[in-house]
């Protein structure tokens, strides 16, 4: 039963927002676990798409080991570890990034809005959003395949050369409209369950999405910055 809530808890967060809040704290391990499983599967098939074309595999070695790439020859000689490497590196990537979206929104919501809400409201939240992650994973990998670079897509990454600027390319795909979306999803929800109104959670996660562009794009020009002055 609380899977089924769990996958109930999926669709509500990508169709329906303010219906979060209907899903149990009970069930918020499972939510937690079909939401990671869900986004690291959708990542790892459309890693596993990405690695099998030469093209974007050689675009996608220029971002570095931390993209998701796998190496050429794991790929090429070992093709029954492609589901295990990627999976893997997903799993964690995705755990982690959930936590840490939970707490700092939750931080935000109780500043902006003095909402009661708690850190597994906050997971259930976020976590609900998993199939708006999946879509913008689908629809970035079609997008990729179609143009033949890993550079095109619905995020302010297709404006810089992945090759010439490999860091700023990579902070601004994360600027996109999945990104948006899952933001507003995730605070409209929390929202609601503070017993506010969902679009309470419009004006706090529109803020949360921007201060973390702009942190992204902090930490990348620290980094610009420290490799210009590297001899």
């Not at 079609?142 to 390319?169: D, R």
């Amino acid at each position: 039963m609380r899977v089924v809530s769990a996958f109930r808890a999926l669709w509500f967060g990508a169709a329906t927002p303010y219906r979060v809040p209907e899903t149990p704290l009970t069930a918020l391990l499972a939510v937690f676990a079909v939401a990671v499983l869900t986004m690291s599967l959708a990542d790892a098939a459309a890693a596993i798409v990405e690695w099998r074309n030469e093209t974007l595999l050689s675009q996608s070695m220029l971002l570095g080991p931390q993209s998701g790439s796998a190496d050429s020859a794991l790929v090429r000689d070992l093709p029954q570890r492609e589901f295990t490497a990627a999976l893997g590196g997903s799993l964690m990537e995705n755990i982690i990034a959930s936590l840490v979206m939970s707490g700092f929104l939750l931080v935000l919501v109780r500043f902006m809005t003095n909402a009661a809400v708690t850190f597994p409201m906050a997971l259930v939240c976020v976590s609900a959003t998993a199939l708006i992650q999946v879509a913008d994973v689908g629809v970035s990998s079609a997008i990729h395949v179609f143009t033949g670079s890993i550079q095109y897509g619905l995020h302010a990454g297709s404006f810089v050369n992945p090759a010439l600027s490999p860091a700023w390319f990579t902070a601004l795909q994360k600027t996109s409209v999945f990104s948006l979306w899952q933001y507003l999803s995730a605070t409209s929800a929390l929202a609601v369950w503070g017993g506010l109104h969902w679009r309470y959670g419009l004006i706090t996660g529109a803020v949360a999405w921007v201060v973390t562009r702009l942190l992204f794009a902090l930490f990348t020009l620290i980094s610009w910055m420290v490799a210009q002055l590297t001899p």
